[in-house]
């Protein structure tokens, strides 16, 4: 019997966001990893192209998907977990921070229907859980820094599923100036990361294609991530990377999809509720300029 799963990957390009379908051989129990509902922000117009991809490709293998995974409440593109779950009947996870992000967002968008309990989601996963997977292990590995709520799923034996916590080793590390963000704990996530074995596989998130790259690329391994990345690399301090991660994310913009990502995706990829006249709507907080 094999420890490793059966993985595809899905780039989407207009949120340079990696989706995955993980399966596991023996018994074809699937699980989705971070899927993306398409949103056009101008029109407003929602689609699920993206996500149907994810299931034609599930049913084209026979296989059933059993989970939804979310690394973390994403700020740049809308989880299509509720709509795959809708479809499916799979149960929806993310890491058990995400009761700080729902109590600090939840409030911004007068969002009176989450209860900031975590209950949008069907399970809140904790540091060293384990869920099953047929006949593989998933292992939770909490990786907070970029949000409080970002979690790894390590499956089977060397397959590692980071989310936001790392780019490519030629692109670096992710922002912490969101809301309960932290760099010095971003660098112990990271560094807790690259203590597995140098073999182990990482399938990022995001690819933004580092300068003099020519092609998108978002599988990599630890022994890759310990030479090459220009932030974490053997040999950087936790001093070093808190100064340099601080001083990059001063000068970063407010990413093009935070407010429709994020209280889509504190709802578990619902949708807000319908108002008076029928029609959802996405709030934008308006700030005042300093007068």
């Known amino acids: 019997m094999s420890d490793r799963p059966i993985i595809r990957s899905f780039f989407d390009e207009a949120t340079n966001t990696v989706s995955y379908l993980v399966a596991d051989a023996t018994t074809g129990a699937a699980a989705v990893i971070d899927p993306v509902l398409d949103f056009e922000p101008a029109s407003g117009r929602i689609s ?5 991809k994810l299931l034609a490709e599930a049913e084209k293998e026979g296989w059933c998907i059993r989970w939804v995974l979310e690394t973390h409440a994403h700020a740049d593109h809308l989880s299509a977990a509720a709509f795959i779950k809708e479809k499916t009947g799979a149960l929806t996870a993310i890491g058990e921070g995400i009761l700080e992000v729902q109590k600090v967002f939840g409030p911004l968008f007068h969002a009176d229907d989450i209860e900031a309990d975590g209950s949008d989601f069907d399970r809140l996963v904790a540091d060293g ?3 099953e997977l047929g006949t593989l292990d998933i292992e939770v590995i909490a990786t907070p820094g970029h949000t409080p709520a970002c979690v790894t799923y390590l499956i089977g034996d060397d397959a590692a599923f980071v989310g ?8 670096g590390t992710a922002r912490t100036d969101f809301p309960g963000g932290d760099a010095r704990q971003l660098y112990r996530s990271i560094r807790r990361l690259l203590s597995l074995s140098e073999d182990t596989r ?3 998130c995001h690819d933004y294609k580092a300068p003099g790259r ?4 978002w599988e990599t391994t630890v022994g890759e991530e310990r030479r090459s990345n ?5 040999g950087i301090s936790e001093d070093e990377f808190v100064a340099m991660r601080e001083g990059r994310d001063a000068g970063l913009p407010v990413p093009k999809l935070l407010y429709p990502s994020i209280q889509v995706n504190i709802r578990a990829g619902r949708l807000p509720p319908a108002e ?3 029609r959802r709507y996405i709030r934008i907080p308006l700030e005042e300029a300093p007068a």
């Open 48 to 52: 699920t192209a993206s996500a149907e």
């Open 202 to 204: 990482l399938y990022m």
């Open 129 to 131: 859980e384990r869920l």
């Open 214 to 217: 020519d092609s998108f690329a």
């Open 230 to 234: 220009p932030h974490v690399r053997d």
């Open 164 to 171: 936001d916590t790392l780019f490519m080793p030629d692109y």
């Open 276 to 278: 008076s006249n029928g």
